[in-house]
């Protein structure tokens, strides 16, 4: 009937195992997304503005006050200047304004270069672009950036680079040298970049979070994206936005208009208002989740998992060698059935996947339910 142009592609695994954690009334550590709600004045705004019946379209690039709010955010956090109406552009999700921003600079027969592990919705956008990726693997162990391989794998049809810090799904983050090192390079070899820094506020033990934004070379060249869904825990509300330098953003909405057109109405209103009133509340996201990252970790200290704490994000590592050396994909749906404990293979997110034995748990949830995964963990 219809030529898969995705044939290698089936359901994510973020469905299957919400689904099967469903289905076993496990505790559901494999999904990322927070089991508490939303800032309670966000909340009431968004409901707010939906009874004054602010539901109809967006202007195309998303509500001004909106994005005003966003340049003072960038402002406020990262010293970046930004201009609201030409660089920033709302979009729903980060996913989307991956997408987006794929399609709008990779054609047919370039080159893109993704690091292993690497988030889902990368590979399918660059090939659905017509794009190929090409896989670089993060150091085995670290999971810092291997500057020799990266070099190794760029060709004279390498086009964009995708990055993303905090990573998903190891944990790790890009050093300022990174930066100033990915910095020279795209200058050098004329690359496009798309940063996902979607954790970015989640970043631990005083660390600090390194923008693509804030080194020139980098900002002139580079799609970041950015999600209300990791920032305000509204992962349901699907929005994000996407800073670039004019010319990348005029190509990056003219996709979006076609895609989705806009991103949803009240929600954008609700998160001006709401950052308008609480400027600081994203520098407040890092202690939050390194307690909850610590109390998880702790409770884990006689377990048999050998764990280094994550430096962001809100996922825990654990290696699982100690115990068994099965694959992680049968591991991890064995424990979801037999110890009503839910997490994510890493292995998934490799084209080649190293010899290494890792579960990634999601620690965005109260503290009651970290500390009765981590007895399950200990039993284990
Ligand atoms: N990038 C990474 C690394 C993510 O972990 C996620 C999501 N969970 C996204 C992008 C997508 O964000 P959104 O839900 O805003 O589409
Ligand atoms: N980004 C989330 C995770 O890594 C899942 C988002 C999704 O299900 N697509 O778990």
Same mark, same amino acid.
């Given at each position: 009937m219809i030529e898969s142009k995705l044939p290698h592609m089936g359901t994510t695994i973020f469905t299957r195992m919400s689904a099967l954690a469903d289905e076993c009334n496990a505790l559901n550590l494999s999904q990322g997304f927070p089991d508490f709600d939303a800032p309670q004045a966000l909340l009431e705004s968004m409901a707010r503005h939906v009874m004054a019946g602010h539901n109809q379209y967006a202007p195309m690039a998303g509500v001004m006050r909106l994005r005003e709010q966003l340049a003072a955010q960038l402002a406020l956090h990262r010293h970046i200047d930004s201009d609201p109406a030409t660089e920033i552009t709302v979009v729903p999700g980060a996913?989307?304004?991956?997408?987006?921003?794929?399609?709008?600079?990779?054609?047919? =027969?370039?080159?893109?270069?993704?690091?292993?592990?690497?988030?889902?919705?990368?590979?399918?956008?660059?090939?659905?672009? =017509?794009g190929r990726a090409v896989h670089v693997p993060l150091t085995p162990g670290s999971f810092a950036l291997d500057r020799d391989r990266l070099e190794a794998a760029l060709s004279k049809r390498t086009r964009l680079i995708m990055i993303n810090s905090p990573h998903n799904p190891t944990g790790s983050t890009l050093t300022k040298e990174d930066l100033l090192y990915l910095e020279e390079l795209v200058d050098r070899r004329k690359l496009l970049v798309l940063s996902d820094e979607v954790y970015e506020h989640l970043v631990f033990d005083n660390g600090i979070h390194h923008s693509a934004l804030q080194f020139p070379g980098l900002r002139a060249r580079s799609f970041v994206l950015f999600s209300f869904g990791k920032t305000f825990?509204? &992962? =349901?509300?699907? &929005? =994000?936005?996407?800073v670039a330098p004019e010319a990348l953003t005029m190509e990056m909405r003219k996709v979006h208009q076609f895609v989705s057109f806009v991103a949803v109405t009240p929600v954008q209103l609700a998160v001006a208002d709401f950052l308008q009133a609480e400027p600081d509340y994203p520098a407040t996201l890092a202690g939050f989740y390194q307690h909850k990252r610590d109390l998880f970790c702790a409770a884990l200290g006689n377990s048999r998992f050998k764990l280094t704490p994550s430096s962001g994000t809100y996922f825990q590592l654990l290696d699982y060698s100690a115990i068994s050396q099965d694959p992680d994909t049968e591991l991890c749906e064995q424990w979801t059935r037999q110890h009503g404990i839910a997490s994510i293979p890493i292995s998934i997110f490799y084209e080649q996947p190293p010899h290494q034995h890792f579960l990634r748990f999601c620690f965005a949830k109260s503290d009651q339910v970290l500390t009765a995964a981590a007895e399950r963990l200990c039993e284990i």
């Open positions: 996913t989307a304004g991956i997408f987006c921003a794929v399609m709008a600079c990779v054609r047919p =027969g370039d080159e893109v270069i993704v690091f292993d592990p690497c988030y889902d919705s990368y590979q399918p956008a660059v090939e659905l672009a =017509g825990s509204v &992962t =349901g509300w699907k &929005t =994000g936005y996407c």
